[in-house]
């Protein structure tokens, strides 16, 4: 339609069969390619020619009715409701007003509420709602800067479901404590869900100020409870609790009674409040335990620092858990290949001139085999450009960036080095039209100067395609290095392209093996990257190295001597979660009997009950 608005014509669309229509001069009509009847799409095997050519250029295999609401750009799926999005800020980041002030649309809200709060409990009126539930019908206006009615006041008007799309933190996380406090526990200001008694460690403040806040709730006349800092709000203003039993959890008691007696009880009304807030997010039952165990150490450790002897103590606790424990920086002595990947990285990104970087070469290919020193390079390339430049390491899994992020030492400029996956770098992208798009170069790629890969064998053909396209459009052309050893583990789904494309790079190949000294190893690896190993070859291998006669306890417990005599991680892998659930209650079994029988309690995914009895034995060994 587009192009006959332009050209002031008539568009006749055809397809080719290798037959010549002479009555009307055309190969094929258009109503012969697009036949509107069903007797086509009812026949096995039949696949009309427009539709496998829209299937084509879609890169999916829509069915007939997609296509049709796609052209007629209607919307595939009609929601029932409406929904405002909510980033529930820190409680400790909205104790200023003027950080409410310079905050996003949520913090601005928040300060809203709390403003309508205050008004309300100085007329003495006790709050009705909590943040989540007061901001679910009113939204944010950014020419007013203000707030007003979504669907109108009180939804008098007929209107969609007005919800809240809620964004919260990693849920074993402490921002994630805080910004459930701070949305469904009603209060008057920030200041009351953060600690201001109680001794508690930086990284657990959030956890720390809710359960104090909770134990200073006292019962108060028409099913109310008063707080801290003469917060007053309404029963019904709380999160509904249902238990297992689907009974549902209704705070009820005499006036002037406290609510929880001790931190016990807070604890378990906190963490059953939030445990459902996590089920109705689709959360799995082992993701759940992993959740309830880890507030169950929370609590154990903030208990373990109120009762602290002294402030001497309790300041080497804040040392032990608040602090960073950074490596030292290492001065290694490079061989000759490695140097030479130094001097390469060092002049490319230490070029002045303009047209020689843009014609220099800005890719580097570096392998090596295994243990060869590719990861080390890599980390000291980042930390040697980082006083000067912007750094990104890039990383197939996340596990490769932990392993990165707590190698780097304490050092000027370390902040500068951003290490991540290559899947979050593709959304890589800047704040305003970028965002609308499904994807687009990663435009924030543009303050990054030295790129490392490591791991190049495990990128896929789309993510590898994309990320090259994304580097080659960025007009500084940032210096890239990629570290691979194409021998060792592949894509799941597609691979190859990544080698094609560092085989046409200047490379550097690391010939030194660092990683073990035994000889027989080293052989063997190099055996198997070549070829599958045969019978003989694995046996002559494992025959001192298989441990098949002793238990799963022994094992582990020659493990752990071999760790502690060689001052080294005796590291365990296992094919499934159940294997390695077996080996730590084997080196807990080795280490206490006690601790071991509490493992075995817990890894029976029994009901609240356990769980409450385990606190008891767990409170007797970790205090």
């Not at 006690?594 to 995914?605: E, G, N, T």
Request: hydrophobic share 40%; charged share 25%; aromatic share 10%.
């Amino acid at each position: 339609m587009c192009i006959a608005l332009v050209f002031m014509c008539e568009i006749d669309v055809q397809i080719g069969n290798g037959r010549l229509n002479y009555i009307n001069g055309y190969v094929s009509k258009d109503h012969d390619a697009v036949d509107v009847g069903l007797g086509e799409y009812v026949q096995r095997g039949a696949t009309a020619p427009w539709l496998a050519t829209y299937r084509l250029m879609s890169k999916s295999t829509p069915c007939i009715p997609e296509i049709a609401i796609r052209m007629a750009q209607l919307p595939e799926f009609e929601k029932s409701y409406s929904q405002v999005l909510l980033f529930p800020p820190q409680p400790a980041a909205m104790v200023d007003l003027s950080a409410r002030q310079k905050g996003n649309f949520s913090a601005k809200m928040y300060g809203f509420y709390l403003q309508q709060n205050n008004i309300a409990l100085d007329a003495g009126v006790p709050i009705a709602e909590s943040f989540l539930v007061w901001h679910r019908c009113r939204q944010y206006d950014t020419e007013t800067e203000s707030w007003g009615f979504r669907g109108g006041q009180h939804q008098r008007i007929h209107a969609q479901t007005l919800v809240v799309a809620c964004r919260y933190w990693y849920e074993l996380t402490d921002g994630y404590v805080g910004q459930f406090a701070l949305t469904l526990l009603p209060h008057r200001c920030a200041r009351d869900i953060l600690p201001r008694v109680s001794r508690h460690l930086v990284s657990m403040q959030n956890f720390a100020g809710v359960l104090e806040y909770l134990c200073s709730w006292r019962y108060a006349a028409d099913r109310c409870i008063k707080g801290d800092s003469d917060v007053l709000f309404r029963c019904d203003a709380l999160p509904m609790i249902v238990d297992d039993s689907g009974r549902i959890e209704d705070l009820v008691g005499t006036e002037g009674s406290v609510v929880f007696p001790d931190k016990w009880k807070a604890h378990g009304y906190l963490v059953l409040a939030m445990k459902r807030d996590l089920q109705y997010r689709g959360f799995r039952d082992d993701r759940l335990l992993s959740f309830v165990l880890k507030m169950e150490a929370n609590l154990c450790l903030q208990m373990r620092v109120e009762r602290a002897g002294d402030e001497i103590e309790y300041e080497r606790l804040r040392q032990e858990w608040d602090v960073i424990n950074r490596p030292k920086q290492r001065n290694l002595k490079w061989s000759t290949e490695q140097a030479k990947v130094l001097s390469i990285v060092r002049e490319g990104i230490g070029m002045e001139d303009e047209e020689r970087r843009l014609s220099s070469a800005r890719w580097l290919f570096i392998k090596g085999n295994p243990g060869s020193g590719k990861t080390a390079i890599l980390l000291a390339l980042a930390l040697e450009a980082c006083k000067q430049i912007n750094v990104l390491i890039i990383c197939p899994t996340g596990y490769l960036v932990h392993k990165y992020k707590s190698m780097l030492p304490e050092l000027d400029g370390v902040e500068n080095i951003a290490v991540d996956t290559i899947q979050s770098v593709l959304k890589y992208k800047r704040k305003g039209a970028d965002s609308r798009v499904r994807w687009t170069p990663p435009s924030a790629l543009r303050r990054i100067d030295l790129v490392l890969i490591d791991e190049g064998s495990q990128y896929e053909n789309l993510e590898w395609e994309r990320f090259f396209g994304s580097i080659k459009e960025q007009p500084h052309k940032p210096f890239v290095a990629i570290a691979a050893d194409f021998q060792q583990l592949s894509p799941v789904v597609s691979g190859g392209l990544c080698e094609k494309f560092c085989n046409r790079m200047q490379s550097v190949e690391m010939k030194t093996v660092y990683r073990s000294t035994d000889p027989d190893h080293l052989v063997f690896l190099n055996r198997i990257r070549i070829e599958q190993p045969t019978r003989e070859i694995l046996t002559e291998y494992f025959g001192s190295r298989h441990w098949k006669k002793e238990s799963l306890e022994d094992c582990v417990q020659k493990g752990m001597n071999i760790a502690r005599t060689t001052e080294n991680p005796f590291v365990w892998l296992t094919s499934t979660n159940y294997g390695a659930a077996e080996v730590c209650r084997a080196a807990l079994s080795c280490l206490d009997v006690h601790a071991y029988l509490v493992i075995r309690m817990i890894s029976m995914k029994g009901d609240e009950f356990l769980l409450h009895k385990i606190k008891k034995v767990m409170l007797f060994f970790f205090l």
